[in-house]
């Protein structure tokens, strides 16, 4: 007898979802190429155009590459001194607000974070009112003025040392970790700061990458600051020099035709050239803490 031949095939419906998932990839894949070109192609335009002449910038016949290369809007960037101390006060200000904004809120969280602390909840009600209202642009100047922080370095670390949101982050990470190792630590004699600084923190690396990177960014983008409390140039930040660039290039409008082109031309490539060169330590930066990013947003919005 002839064996009876066994054939498999798959269903319909696994082949169909096999299509459907080729579709959505190849849509997936489309889409991101799109926005890819969309987010890349300004910014390769920003930085052609800074390396463009004044006559190229004046004419912006191209979006790759101008027809005329100079570097001298760099050359006139880099050859100002009062950029070099918006410079180190841009560092200055993120490296140290970065730390104390760290501390600060790590600090808080681990107390928040412990059931047993008397007015916990008077604390959380009072951080989450701070989420949603200020005191306001006038109340906020005539506190900062009180302070005696007008006209001064601190002025860019003292008042942004608190930040509620961030607590959450670090708070409900900190509930993550098992009380047993607190309680271990006590048995041998260890005070809070020793646990904050000897189990927490060495555990809590990807929700701290996370908040230092929140506001390394917001210190190194932040000129408003500057604008509203400090009139000394000394203290300018790098974002506060490009600020009064742009508003010089606007400024110019209101000369004559010919001068204000050529002023224009120039602030312009100045600008682009500042923007290129104020935009380049976070994109050093962000590479190397992005994988903390990513599992320190996901630890520290899961709670189960």
Partial sequence: MKKASLSFSKPKSSIVQDKDSKVFNIVNVFLLLVFTVIIIVPVWNIVASSFASADALAKGNFIFWPSEISTDNYQRVLSDPSMWKALVISLGKTALGVAAHTAFC?????????KNLRGRGLYSTMGIITMFFS???IPTYLLIKSLGLLNTFWVYIIPALFSYYDVIILMNFFRDVPDSLEESAKIDGA???DVLLKIFVPLSKPALATIALFHGVWQWND???????VTE???YPLQMKLYEII??????????????IEISTTSKGIQLATIVLTTVPILVIYPMVQRYFVSGMMLGAVKE
């Fill in 106 to 114: 790590a600090i808080m969280a681990y107390a928040l974070s412990k």
């Fill in 223 to 229: 000129f408003m600051t500057a604008k509203l409390y």
């Fill in 247 to 260: 508003t010089q290039s606007q400024a110019a409008s209101q000369q004559g035709l010919n001068a204000a």
């Fill in 191 to 193: 005070s809070d700061w």
């Fill in 233 to 235: 140039r000394g203290l």
């Fill in 135 to 137: 005191g306001g642009m």
